[in-house]
């Protein structure tokens, strides 16, 4: 018998992995209709095998099946969502990621707070120095704006902290931000210090 069920498991398995493949063929567009056939095939053979086991299975045999049905319900749910997203004219979970895409990408860039952090002495904290680098690299990246190397960088972050610090201020914020779709890059005192000097590498 348990030779039986493992072929039946087997036979369960294949027929789940092709409606899989179906169903990402009808919603890329290669399938002209859903696989209804394949669908229905996979809900009997699941059905069949439940009450077989139900009866002469064991803990794992019964553990096995539960795992693949669980996965079965999920698709099932997943592809239903899209099929109606599809049906009312609206982004689904399949074509938000194809057909949708390309419309998201030349909106421009939004306005945000990227990152924020302070310094007594640079050189002696590295680790921000370069945390503050990496973040506006990383901005630099996503505006496909040029890198500037880190000896430039670390060298305008000492100078601009020296200058703020010769007016009073015990400290420097450094300001990495997205504005009307550029960098903008500035060094404030603290404490209240009014003066504020900005620059973009």
């Known amino acids: 018998m348990a ?6 498991f087997r036979t369960l398995e294949a027929e789940l992995r092709k409606l ?16 209804w056939e394949t669908r229905t095939a996979v809900e009997q053979s699941a059905k069949r ?13 019964k553990f096995r099946l539960q ?30 990621r194809r ?11 939004k306005d945000r707070l990227v990152y924020v952090t302070t310094f007594a002495d640079p050189m002696e904290e590295l680790d921000k120095l370069h945390e503050l ?5 990383d901005v630099r990246r996503d505006l ?23 007016r ?3 400290e420097v914020a450094f300001r990495v931000a997205v504005q009307e779709g550029k960098i903008a890059f500035s060094a404030r005192g603290l404490v209240g210090f009014p003066g504020e000097d900005g620059s973009e590498t």
């Open 3 to 8: 030779g039986d069920f493992e072929s039946a």
């Open 20 to 35: 899989e493949a179906e169903y990402n063929m009808f919603f890329a567009g290669s399938l002209p209709r859903p696989p």
């Open 49 to 61: 095998l439940d009450r077989i086991i139900a009866s002469e299975g064991s803990y794992a045999d």
């Open 67 to 96: 795992t693949l049905q669980a996965r079965f319900s999920t698709f099932v749910e997943l592809w239903d969502r899209g099929l109606k997203a599809r049906e009312e004219g609206r982004p689904g979970p399949f074509e938000s």
């Open 99 to 109: 057909a949708h895409r390309p419309a998201e990408e030349p909106p421009p860039k």
């Open 133 to 137: 680098y990496e973040r506006l690299a």
């Open 144 to 166: 496909g704006e040029s890198q500037v190397p880190f000896h430039r960088f670390a060298t305008l972050v000492r100078e601009q902290v020296s200058t703020i610090k010769k």
């Open 168 to 170: 009073g201020a015990p």
